[in-house]
């Protein structure tokens, strides 16, 4: 009996030591895990406005720029992200603005054609249509600008290393993870990103972060090695 009554202690006693080894590995996952969930959470759903390519030709006094958009419907900044829709947006410079004007191009073997509409307030002609032309080095156009017609080819400012926006985020995250965290909690991101490619002399990125309550952290980053050139809150 005491033979048998002591195998049956110490058989407890290591069961016992399994069982909190069992519970103390548990635990440290389980606080590994809520611990990470915001440095592991994508973002990328939460992007509501994505400009992730500029298109740029210049011909008879005209200039021409086309860029590749994704934006929510509707499109507000409010703080709360939407379904996307990839669009083609095309804006043209002229002499003079009371012209008919229309753009004809080409892309994938699909035909586009359409009129353009001038904006007074910026003082150009504007076209969009539904289409996905971010991965597009160039775009052969055809402008009808009144009497006149002017092959122009636009071409991508993109170049070999020019980071995407995947890129970006992933940047901007690590350099702001006080800002990220603080919007960030078991429900999700509280707020909508904004990243646009911009080109003046060379390609750089904006992005918009929007809290909910109308706030705007902005930064302007270098497109080929994703620092952060100027940040300001609004």
């Given at each position: 009996m005491t033979i048998r009554f002591l195998y049956k202690t110490l058989f407890l006693q290591r069961l016992r030591k399994i069982f909190q080894q069992f519970c103390l590995v548990f635990f440290a996952l389980?606080?590994?895990?809520?611990?990470?969930?915001?440095?592991?959470?994508?973002?990328?759903?939460?992007?509501?406005?994505?400009?992730?390519?500029?298109?740029?030709?210049?011909?008879?006094?005209?200039?021409?720029?086309?860029?590749a958009v994704e934006k929510e419907i509707p499109y507000q900044a409010d703080g709360i992200p939407r379904e996307c829709t990839a669009?083609?947006?095309?804006?043209?410079?002229?002499?003079?603005?009371?012209?008919?004007?229309?753009?004809?191009?080409?892309?994938?073997?699909?035909?586009?054609?359409?009129?353009m509409s001038f904006d007074n307030v910026k003082?150009?002609?504007?076209?969009?249509?539904?289409?996905?032309?971010?991965?597009?080095?160039?775009?052969?156009?055809?402008?009808e600008y009144g009497e006149q017609t002017i092959?122009?080819?636009?071409?991508?400012?993109?170049?070999?290393?020019?980071?995407y926006s995947k890129d970006?985020?992933?940047?901007?995250?690590?350099?702001?993870?006080?800002?990220?965290?603080a919007m960030t909690d078991k429900y999700g991101f509280s707020g909508e990103i904004y990243i646009r490619?911009?080109?003046?002399?060379s390609p750089?990125?904006?992005?918009?972060?929007?809290e909910r309550?109308?706030?705007?952290?902005?930064?302007?980053i270098n497109a080929q090695t994703g620092k952060i050139l100027a940040k300001r809150t609004m």
């Open positions: 389980t606080v590994c895990l809520f611990a990470g969930c915001k440095s592991a959470m994508d973002y990328a759903p939460y992007v509501s406005e994505l400009r992730s390519n500029i298109f740029i030709a210049e011909a008879e006094g005209l200039t021409l720029r086309i860029y669009r083609l947006e095309a804006y043209l410079h002229a002499p003079e603005g009371n012209k008919q004007c229309q753009i004809a191009f080409t892309f994938q073997e699909e035909h586009f054609h359409g009129e003082a150009e002609y504007f076209y969009s249509c539904t289409l996905d032309v971010s991965t597009a080095t160039e775009l052969p156009c055809r402008i092959e122009m080819t636009a071409r991508s400012v993109r170049g070999e290393n020019t980071l970006i985020l992933s940047v901007l995250k690590s350099e702001e993870h006080e800002l990220f965290t490619l911009i080109y003046e002399d750089y990125y904006y992005v918009g972060i929007i309550n109308g706030m705007v952290h902005a930064f302007l």
